[in-house]
């Protein structure tokens, strides 16, 4: 896993960009199958209530062992991606209860 931080000219950091290499196979199809994964991923933030993103993070998880069943992505690959994924719904769920404060 590799993290990038993109900055702007005064050096304060604008975004950060996290890359996980995904071995695996399945041609086309396979890319299309873990492209689809990651709109999957990045759809989190958009996730409101806690209920959300845990039902959001279940069919991630789905998802990721369908790629990984049919081949589209290694086990590791699979370990490797649901470990980030496990920290960004850690991070979702933190966000979604500071918005239900009063």
Do not use: W
Request: proline share 3%; charged share 20%.
């Amino acid at each position: 896993m590799r993290s990038k931080t993109i900055v702007n000219g005064k050096g304060e950091p604008q975004a950060t960009r996290i890359e996980i290499p995904i071995e695996g196979g399945g041609g086309a199809l396979g890319m299309q199958a873990v492209t689809n994964l990651t709109a999957l991923i990045s759809g989190l933030k958009n996730m409101k209530t806690e209920q959300e993103v845990v039902t959001h993070y279940h069919i991630i998880c789905g998802f990721a062992t369908c790629c990984e069943v049919c081949g589209f992505m290694t086990e590791k690959s699979t370990n490797d991606l649901m470990h980030m994924v496990e920290h960004l719904v850690e991070n979702e769920l933190a966000r979604v209860a500071g918005n239900d404060s009063p």
